[in-house]
């Protein structure tokens, strides 16, 4: 049985850490190539094993260290069908794939949970198409029946919720949602922002998770941003307004490069680990609700251990 599938702890007051940019950390500060960003890729390999484990780990040692609660995002962005199949992997290869990173996440939690660090194992989702660019657009019922294969999957495993990220059109948002809620699992729903706060499909944020209530009957979790920094949406955060409650977690870039910028760029914008702190202190003192911090591209345990000290630790 889930461990927290029927409860989420992070719905309630404690704060959770998650971890940072785990491609662009092994890419560009480990030096392990991954095609089409394919982290789950590296579970076929004892070494890349290792090498998954140990990136979690240091993360957990974080949480672990500050009494905070920890969710443990499975490796399996890239993990569905039409990257897999890029990769060469059989659509049972793919489900075995997704199986054993969660039991990865399983043994992980085993050996690190506290009771003052309870940890959440959740079903990495990604976009079937590229995160930063609204295109091959699905109806909402051709992405519901896409994301199904992975999410019942999870379902089969340890796996407590499962969180799509770098969503970047409505449709997409609500095919997913509607997988999860058919298959009984917690879903979070997290899109991605341009420098203007929109979607790259145009939407705004309210506009978005508005519209994906409406089309779900509410049935997320909770929502999330990630990919962008927190300069480019911050002021789309209109405190007060109720679909802004349905906000509880940020994984922020470190970069405040657009998204077409990150994509031409040669190299690794780590920007600024302490003022990341800072910023995602000034979030939670105006959403005091937000409950899960981490990052996404270009942070690394530098800027979750600064997010952890000033924010979340205070």
């Known amino acids: 049985m889930a461990k927290y599938r029927a409860a989420l702890p992070q719905l309630a007051d404690k704060p959770f850490l998650t971890d940072g940019g785990l491609e662009t950390t092994l890419i560009f500060h480990e030096g392990t190539p991954l095609q089409y960003f394919a982290a789950f890729d590296l579970l076929r390999t004892p070494d890349g094993v290792r090498q998954t484990r140990a990136y ?30 890029k990769l060469g992997y059989s659509r049972e290869g793919l489900a075995d794939a997704n199986r054993r990173a969660i039991a990865l996440m399983t043994e992980i939690r085993h050996e690190h949970e506290t009771a003052r660090s309870p940890m959440v194992i959740s079903g990495a989702i990604g976009p079937r198409g590229d995160g930063y660019v609204a295109e ?26 499962v969180t799509a990220f770098t969503l ?27 420098t203007d706060g929109r ?25 999330m941003v990630n990919c962008a920094h ?26 405040k490069r657009s998204h077409a910028e990150l994509d031409e760029s040669t190299d690794l914008d780590v920007g600024n680990p302490v003022e990341l702190g800072r910023e995602y202190d000034g979030l939670r003192r105006k959403l005091p609700h937000l409950t899960v911090f981490g990052g996404c591209c270009g942070t690394d345990h530098r800027h979750v251990t600064e997010i952890a000290r000033t924010c979340l630790a205070a």
């Open 230 to 255: 927190p300069t480019h949406f911050d002021s789309a955060l209109a405190a007060g307004e109720s679909w802004v409650a349905r906000i509880r977690g940020i994984r922020a870039n470190a970069s």
């Open 168 to 194: 970047n059109y409505v449709d997409e948002a609500i095919g997913i949602a509607r997988a999860a809620q058919a298959a009984g699992m917690p879903a979070a729903i997290s899109f991605t922002l341009e």
């Open 136 to 161: 091959r657009l699905m109806s909402a019922d051709e992405a519901q029946d896409y994301h199904a294969e992975q999410i019942n999957v999870f379902r089969g495993t340890m796996c407590d919720m």
């Open 56 to 85: 979690f780990e240091r993360y957990a040692a974080i949480a672990t260290a500050r009494g905070l609660g920890f969710v443990l995002e499975s490796p399996t962005w890239r993990a569905n069908r039409d990257w897999a199949e």
């Open 199 to 223: 979607l790259p499909a145009g939407e705004t944020l309210k506009e978005a998770i508005e519209q994906v209530d409406a089309a779900t009957g509410g049935s997320p979790a909770y929502y």
